[in-house]
């Protein structure tokens, strides 16, 4: 994509967030998604309980 001079048309809520478009709306909830199950793995750890055994 060098030279990528392509506008792009943004929108923002009342309350002047960004409203994600749908590529970026699955990439934040499969990121949140990850850091979810990695603190439930070390709270799995911490009770000795090994996750990668279940």
Known sequence: ME???TEWLRFYDAKGDLVFLPEE???QQLEQERQSQNQLMEKLRQ???????L
């Open 47 to 53: 009770r000795g309980i090994d996750p990668n055994q």
């Open 25 to 27: 709306a699955l990439q």
């Open 3 to 5: 030279d990528d001079t």
